[in-house]
């Protein structure tokens, strides 16, 4: 009798168990049904599936799509169903022999569907399949490419070989040692630092790093930036382009701001005045830096007789004990205006022992440009054949860059090294160059020829490593020889005696001219980028659109 109750007990907790079960069951067809029960819902839930689970973006389609011709004529097998995956809910939805777009399902249909659906998470075919790019041009990466490596830098040669000293003024090192010799902080029978004149250059030199330096910052936030994140690829509108202005207003608004409280506050005056406090000392700071520059670089010159010396130069003697470190001290220590007799015992010095000092100072100068201008180019050059890889619109922003970048940088170097050899390194730079080039080149041409599960350096990877080059040279050495620049210029306004009305005027020309020329380089690169952004949207329609024309974007294209 127990074991009569006891089955009748189980009976009913199993009927309560499976009624239960066919409720929530119905339950949960039920709230499905409210939420797919047309063809926009079941659209709109399949996409959500792919985006949450297989991360699709808008651009994207699945990995290996199913073939719907094969699937309603029976023509495949098991092994293709579970590895193939419906790449749009009108596929899915015509495979079952449903309409595509005119449809009411039913809470049977529903049922029917969500085995298909739902295998959606766990098919290796539903993978997601980025935006697949065109191949590398042979001719873009090969051809073109090597003929703008080549046609920069002879336009540098040529430019430097042509203009010579005239160029110098470019960078703020040159103008130091130039506004050292008219500063009158040599005597003219020991030193001698040979500049051409200087106001003229000063303007080129204030607006060419100005437009330099908006160049680089327009190709960082317009260019490289979006292209690290493929933020072009999230979205169909102009509107990263919006944001990376905001980000350029960002770094802009700072500089603005500092450069009106410097002209409203006259703080270039208050640095000018403390430097002229003492206008005869030859320990002032603001001389000693230009001379102990001007050591460094080979570029200052004492001789006993100036017309013997006025082609070659002769360096300032140095001590038979000194190092480099002794040298740079010297420069703070030492006055540089000294007596006769003893500039001829210097002189006299300095015949005994250049061939001793001279080699190691000017060994570590020929070394730090080396370096330099290896890593510069090197980078340089693998961003470039990235980009003309990626797009000849890119490549050419790039080659703009790299030609206004490196015009300031060989300046820097002729400054310091003189021309005969600043020409020699500028010439050793096109060797540079072209290595980078290569190099990146060949990771393009690994990059298509095998299969992402090689690994290999990503195009993103490439563009991460030129903006990190790129923004650390435009906030730390660009901007800051604006100001140089500023400061020069309050120099010689404080020799020429003008008026304080013509010195005002002569400040907001330099503040305008500053602002106007950094604005244009942005401009450049802005212009560059919504052409660029317009063709892809439409290399984007062309893909996606032929393949779904459901989307959202291409009812609207």
């Known amino acids: 009798m127990l074991i009569i109750w006891y089955r009748i007990f189980f009976s009913l907790i199993y009927s309560s168990i499976i009624v239960s079960s066919l409720l929530n069951q119905s339950i949960y067809l039920d709230s499905i049904y409210q939420n797919i029960n047309d063809y926009t819902s079941i659209d709109k839930f399949y996409r959500s599936i792919l985006h949450d689970v297989k991360h699709h973006r808008p651009v994207d389609t699945v990995y290996s799509p199913i073939n719907v011709t094969k699937?309603?004529?029976?023509?495949?097998?098991?092994?293709?169903?579970?590895?193939?995956?419906?790449?749009?809910?009108?596929?899915?939805?015509?495979?079952?022999?449903y309409n595509r777009t005119d449809i009411k399902l039913s809470i049977t249909d529903v049922q029917s569907l969500l085995p298909a659906i739902l295998y959606t998470i766990e098919n290796p075919g539903c993978a997601r399949q980025a935006l697949v790019s065109k191949s590398n041009s042979f001719f873009d990466v090969w051809i073109l490419g090597l003929i703008v490596v080549i046609v920069i830098k002879l336009i540098h040669v040529t430019i430097f070989f042509i203009g010579g000293n005239h160029c110098l003024s470019l960078t703020s090192v040159g103008v130091s040692k130039t506004l050292s010799e008219e500063n009158g902080?040599?005597?003219?029978?020991?030193?001698?630092?040979?500049?051409p004149p200087l106001k003229y250059r000063l303007w080129l030199g204030l607006g060419f790093n100005a437009f330099t330096c908006g160049l680089m910052l327009g190709t960082i936030v317009y260019h490289l930036i979006p292209h690290i994140y493929e933020v072009p690829n999230e979205s169909f509108d102009y509107i990263y382009l919006l944001r990376a202005t905001i980000v350029f207003f960002g770094v802009y608004l700072f500089f603005i701001v500092e450069k009106l409280l410097r002209f409203r506050f006259k703080i270039d005056e208050m640095h000018l005045n403390e430097t002229n406090d003492d206008e005869n000392g030859p320990r002032k700071m603001s001389d000693a830096s230009m001379i102990q520059m001007a050591r460094m670089h080979g570029t200052l010159h004492a001789t006993g007789d100036v017309s013997i010396h006025s082609n070659p130069p002769a360096r300032?003697?140095?001590?038979?004990?000194?190092?480099?470190e002794e040298v740079i001290l010297q420069s703070n220590q030492d006055p540089l205006n000294n007596e006769k007799p003893t500039s001829h015992h210097h002189h006299h010095h300095h015949h005994h022992h250049s061939t001793n000092e001279l080699p190691h100072q000017t060994r570590n100068l020929i070394l730090y440009h080396i370096i330099n201008d290896f890593f510069n180019d090197l980078i340089y050059g693998c961003g470039l054949s990235t980009a003309l890889a990626h797009n000849r619109l890119i490549g050419l922003i790039l080659s703009l860059m790299i030609f206004s970048e490196g015009f300031r940088r060989h300046s820097q170097t002729i400054s310091s090294m003189g021309r005969k050899r600043g020409l020699f390194f500028l010439i050793i730079s096109i060797f540079f160059l072209l290595l980078g080039y290569l190099i990146g080149g060949i990771l393009m041409e690994i990059n298509q020829r095998f299969d992402n599960n090689?690994?290999?350096?990503?195009?993103?990877y490439i563009?991460?490593?030129?903006?990190?080059?790129?923004?650390?040279?435009?906030?730390?050495?660009?901007?800051?020889?604006?100001?140089?620049?500023?400061?020069?210029?309050?120099?010689?306004?404080?020799?020429?005696?003008?008026?304080?009305?013509?010195?005002?005027l002569i400040k907001t020309l330099i503040l305008l001219c500053q602002?106007?020329?950094l604005i244009i380089g942005v401009i450049i690169a802005l212009v560059l980028a919504s052409v660029w952004r317009y063709y892809h949207r439409?290399?984007?329609?062309?893909?996606?659109?032929s393949r779904d024309t459901s989307r959202w974007f291409c009812r609207n294209h």
């Open 538 to 545: 439409k290399n984007i329609y062309d893909y996606v659109c």
């Open 71 to 97: 699937i309603r004529s029976n023509d495949y097998d098991e092994e293709y169903i579970k590895n193939s995956c419906y790449e749009t809910a009108a596929d899915l939805l015509h495979a079952h022999g």
């Open 185 to 195: 902080t040599r005597d003219d029978k020991t030193t001698t630092i040979r500049f």
């Open 316 to 324: 300032i003697p140095l001590r038979d004990e000194s190092d480099d």
């Open 454 to 460: 090689i690994v290999y350096i990503r195009t993103e």
């Open 515 to 517: 602002n106007l020329f």
């Open 463 to 504: 563009y991460s490593i030129v903006y990190g080059a790129l923004f650390y040279t435009a906030l730390v050495t660009l901007i800051p020889e604006l100001n140089d620049f500023g400061h020069h210029l309050q120099i010689i306004l404080k020799q020429t005696n003008q008026t304080s009305r013509q010195r005002r």
